[in-house]
């Protein structure tokens, strides 16, 4: 076969691999294989109804076969080492990521094992040992660097798949398009290109499943698996050209998972936050808070990434010799698409920002220890009622003004405040979205109402109203001492909103695993009165 029709044979075989395989899961194995809870950080299911996580062992048997294919079609493969390093350690840490999609790890363990593949794949001779400045012909001998370079590079590439899989057909269409430069600039006579080809062929029978509204999910199987094998594919690369093609042109098509990640980290440690705590305020959430829908988002997201594909095959084509152009260019289509989204217009004003925050962070500090608290419950509380009313014992003290918890078989609201405006307010809360915070038009009441669905549970949410904010409302609610102490925003409240739902959220699932019983609310007035709460029980719970 020619070069042309090997690669065509590759791509076709990924396809029809990883789209038997997908559908073997879809139909047989789909109760079986989804246990595992839904999290909370990942943007809610349009139905909430349960979605298998295990669409990375379609890509993992399409690899396989491919790999299977390039050692009988040619013989050149047997011998060489480093493609056999990159078989396993992407193999291996596939099977890090679908061990967590089976029972969670946790962030440590999960960021341990990691570092403990890359560095195997390093040991066993794939890493970065040289680098060439673009523009320039100096090569740097990186030395006993190598090792930290190395592990840095394949760790980050597969974090960054890994947290921009938040919303349907999201990660895999990028992942998609970074293997279609690296099958573009790739030999075709080495490992690169026909990996790279045969795995878009498989990525493209995933989208056909995981495109909105998806019918299963990359998982963290697949997307450590794609982001492994996409940074040992830009290594292998690189011995074979220039450091622009190799690592450089990738990051191009990576640049909305990098610029997501940029800002998540910041974010959090702005506010207070552990850097690797999963949350809700990452790009693809915002855009959806901002009322895009999930195939808009998507959508939106393939574009901005295809115009940063063509930027990263100008600069292998240039080899970087016009790099500041190429960057330059992809610096003014980010800032012409923030400008258009309300929600990044702060970010321009660091004085702001850094004074918003630093006043918040005590706050958000206090409502992650309660947040703590309230999660423990759940292995210990007796019923979900309880555990409904230790949230509205923290959320009074977070500065909440009322809460409505729905379950399948009613809600109930606490009120917390004499607000005369507060039954006209909470009435008014059938229009909020998920994960959506709306300000209040009632007389002069400028409060908000955030909604947080429980994951996994269809119908099933918490929503928390914050005090009136205004300055000139002379509402009572903002003579209560807890009120007059909050010194944070509209927006803060939101986090403080999502600190506290997370919370409730794995109480109520850990009660409900541990005592494998339906979550509904007791059907009785909830007694808060040792809240200082008032508690109004819907006509659904009245018996």
């Known amino acids: ?258 610029l997501d990640t940029s800002l998540s980290l910041m974010r959090r440690a702005l506010n207070g936050l552990p850097l690797f705590r999963p949350d809700q305020g990452h790009l693809h959430h915002r855009l959806l808070q901002s009322g895009l829908s999930r195939q808009d988002v998507t959508l939106g997201a393939y574009v901005f990434t295809a115009y940063f594909l063509g930027l990263g095959l100008l600069a292998f084509w240039w080899r970087g010799q016009f790099l500041a152009l190429t960057l330059g260019a992809g610096t003014m289509a980010v800032l012409l698409v923030a400008c258009r989204f309300s929600f990044s217009r702060g970010w321009f004003n660091l004085g702001a920002v850094l004074g918003n925050a630093f006043r918040a962070r005590a706050e958000i500090n206090y409502a992650l220890a309660h947040a703590r608290w309230l999660a423990m419950e759940g292995l210990r509380g007796e019923s979900i009622q309880g555990i409904c009313e230790d949230t509205a014992m923290v959320a009074r003290r977070l500065g909440f003004i009322s809460m409505r918890i729905k379950c399948e078989n009613g809600e109930t609201v606490w009120k917390m405040t004499d607000c005369p405006n507060w039954e006209a307010c909470a009435s008014q809360t059938q229009a909020v979205q998920d994960g959506f915070w709306r300000r209040s038009t009632v007389a002069k009441c400028n409060s908000h109402v955030f909604r947080h669905p429980l994951p996994g549970q269809r119908g099933c949410f918490i929503e928390l109203q914050t005090p009136d904010l205004s300055q000139d409302c002379g509402s009572p609610c903002r003579d209560l001492q807890w009120v007059k102490a909050q010194p944070i925003s509209a927006s803060k409240y939101r986090l403080v909103s999502e600190v506290l739902a997370e919370g409730w959220a794995k109480a109520v699932m850990d009660w409900h695993q541990h005592h494998q019983q339906p979550i509904h609310l007791l059907p009785r007035q909830t007694d808060a009165s040792r809240f200082g709460l008032r508690s109004a029980t819907s006509a659904a719970d009245a018996v």
């Open 1 to 258: 076969m020619t070069g042309a029709e090997s690669l065509f044979f590759y791509g076709a075989t990924g396809f029809v691999v990883s789209f038997v395989v997908l559908t073997l899961i879809l139909r047989g194995w789909r109760q079986k294989l989804t246990r595992r809870v839904a999290e909370f950080h990942h943007a809610p299911n349009a139905s909430q109804a349960p979605v298998p996580r295990y669409g990375g062992l379609g890509l993992a048997a399409a690899f396989v076969v491919l790999v299977g294919f390039l050692r009988y079609f040619r013989p050149g493969f047997q011998t060489d080492a480093s493609a056999w390093v990159i078989v396993g350690t992407a193999l291996a840490m596939f099977g890090l990521g679908f061990w967590d999609d089976l029972r969670p790890l946790g962030a440590k363990r999960k960021m341990l094992g990691q570092v403990v593949v890359a560095s195997a794949a390093y040991f066993l001779g794939v890493g970065i040992h040289v680098f060439k400045i673009p523009l320039l012909e100096h090569t740097i001998d990186l030395g006993f660097y190598s090792w930290f370079v190395t592990v840095f590079w394949l760790v980050a590439m597969t974090n960054l798949v890994n947290l921009i899989d938040g919303v349907d057909g999201l990660a895999g269409g990028i992942a998609l398009m970074v293997l279609v430069l690296l099958g573009a600039v790739g030999d075709s006579a080495g490992v690169v290109a026909p990996v790279a080809v045969g795995m878009v062929g498989a990525l493209v029978a995933f989208l056909r499943f995981n495109f909105p509204p998806a019918k299963i999910y990359l998982g963290d199987g697949g997307a450590y698996f794609l982001g492994f094998l996409i940074g040992s594919l830009a290594i292998s690369n690189s011995h074979k050209g220039t450091v622009v093609a190799a690592l450089i042109a990738p990051l191009f098509v990576m640049a909305l998972p990098i």
